[in-house]
């Protein structure tokens, strides 16, 4: 295998393990990347502090109400017992039992509004509650699929590796200089092909003297524009 069609070779692996690193890259910034599931949590979260707040203040309400309920038990024993017969003293506990009444009415409005509040709380968490378990299953598959795939890449680095370096070892120390040097300043590409006597990296037309060159394969042969190492 003469030269150039080594070089050719090596380019091709090179490419590869680019897109390796590429596609690492991407895989480990997806796996990385957990705002979804820390959105659905905090959605979760939130819905499950709502409807914790509203059974609170309807504890408050129902104790309330239950004192409420057990003055005006009181207030009515002492109206109706008879044993109240002063005037003031009777108009005095039937404006309490008014109040009492009139509180115990509105405290019992408001419970029901909490209770209608309440259920649209817990369909709320429930429903926040399934989406983070769906978000999460999902999320720990796609996760261990990209784990796979890194570890894919793991392995074709080795071989992609192993090809290289037997390549290597057979270019010269002068070639490998030019190679590399086109590789850094080329954005990786150091070697394209030639087609119809073009460039097939920036297409400029190659020189009719260097196209014979070019198809020998003997000699590194650049294109006249980019600089780039020209094989067959």
Avoid: F, W
Avoid at 28 to 50: M, N, P, W
Avoid at 133 to 153: P, S, Y
């Amino acid at each position: 295998m003469n030269q150039m069609t080594l070089l050719g070779e090596l380019q091709h692996l090179d490419t590869r393990s680019d897109e390796n690193a590429a596609a690492r890259v991407a895989l480990e910034k997806k796996l990385a990347d957990t705002s979804a599931v820390q959105s659905a949590r905090a959605a979760l979260e939130q819905s499950e502090k709502k409807a914790h707040e509203l059974k609170a203040q309807l504890r408050a309400l129902e104790l309330e109400t239950s004192g409420l309920t057990d003055k005006l038990k009181q207030v009515n024993e002492r109206l109706y017992s008879g044993r109240i017969t002063n005037a003031k003293e009777l108009a005095g506990l039937n404006a309490d039992e008014k109040m009492l009444q009139r509180r115990k009415s509105e405290l019992e409005d408001q419970e029901l509004a909490l209770m209608e509040q309440i259920e649209s709380a817990e369909d709320a968490e429930k429903g926040n509650r399934a989406a983070y378990a769906k978000l999460a299953a999902e999320t720990n598959a796609r996760n261990e699929q990209e784990r796979t795939a890194l570890r894919d890449l793991d392995a074709s680095d080795a071989e992609l590796a192993h090809k290289r370096d037997s390549i290597r070892a057979q270019l010269s120390t002068e070639t490998l200089h030019v190679y590399d040097e086109l590789r850094r300043t080329k954005k990786g590409r150091a070697v394209v092909m030639m087609k119809a006597a073009s460039c097939t990296a920036c297409g400029t037309a190659v020189p009719s003297g260097l196209v014979s060159r070019v198809r020998l394969g003997n000699e590194l042969v650049s294109c006249v524009n980019c600089g780039r190492i020209l094989v067959p």
